[in-house]
């Protein structure tokens, strides 16, 4: 609650300024901690206040938009039950015209289809319950394709695969039923990926980060890896959370 700022959002650090990203992930970690009585009014027009007339969100005061900022906007404000006041319609109009001819999601209208837009994308829409308005056949065989020989994930064609695209690929496609992938090499990748100390990194033999451990985990629970909670693909929180949040 120390990066609780005076307009409403929430910081990375106490003495940094509010952003959108910060104040999605201090809703959530204050679900997980059955806390959300602490989010005041304050917070709630915060995040109203950074809707463009669009349809697009902006992350903070100085007005960048981005398709993270839409879904933490619609993740933050489901989490909190007055998802109704933000213009989901708008919202919705916009994010369709995001979807490119490969069938993802770029972070704007016209830009280049990525893993994590497009989760950002289909969470949303998910979560407003529009998935319906996405060619899910046409997305699924492009996040497909993601998968390596190696068993990992890229995020975009030519790329490394990333530990945390375990997250932001399966994530859609379980959101959209379309997990077309082969789970036992993910699992694999990711089990290779961690230290003999402890965490995951991005990739085998790389420094293990607390970021990548969590979507590696995440991935895992995915996967059905024995004695982790099942997370639920459109908050990446536990599914019994968002159960006892009634989402």
């Avoid at 697009?56 to 933490?72: P, Q």
């Avoid at 404000?77 to 995001?98: A, F, H, M, P, Q």
């Amino acid at each position: 609650m120390e990066c609780l700022k005076e307009d409403g959002g929430f910081a990375g650090y106490p003495t940094h300024d509010s952003h959108l990203l910060f104040t999605l992930s201090a809703i959530q970690i204050l679900a997980i901690y059955d806390s959300l009585d602490l989010i005041q009014e304050k917070t709630i027009q915060f995040i109203l206040d950074l809707q463009k007339e669009e349809g697009s969100v902006a992350g903070d005061k100085y007005g960048e938009t981005d398709t993270r900022f839409i879904y933490c906007a619609v993740s933050a404000l489901s989490i909190l039950g007055c998802l109704e006041r933000l213009n989901t319609d708008r919202i919705t109009e916009y994010l369709v015209k995001c979807q490119n001819f490969d069938g993802g999601f770029g972070s704007v209208i016209n830009a280049e289809s990525h893993a994590g837009q497009i989760f950002c994308a289909v969470g949303a829409l998910k979560i407003m319950n529009n998935l319906h308005l996405v060619d899910c056949d046409r997305l699924g065989w492009w996040l497909s394709e993601r998968q390596l020989d190696s068993g990992g994930l890229n995020g975009r064609p030519e790329k490394l695969p990333d530990v945390c695209y375990s997250w932001w690929v399966l994530s859609s496609l379980e959101m959209i039923d379309r997990v077309w992938i082969d789970l036992d090499k993910l699992s694999g990748f990711i089990l290779r990926c961690q230290d003999e100390n402890g965490g995951i990194s991005d990739r085998e033999g790389n420094m293990v980060d607390v970021f990548h451990t969590l979507f590696g985990v995440c991935g895992l629970s995915f996967c059905g890896y024995e004695g982790l909670l099942a997370v639920d693909p459109r908050y990446c929180l536990p599914l019994e959370v968002t159960r006892r949040l009634g989402l």
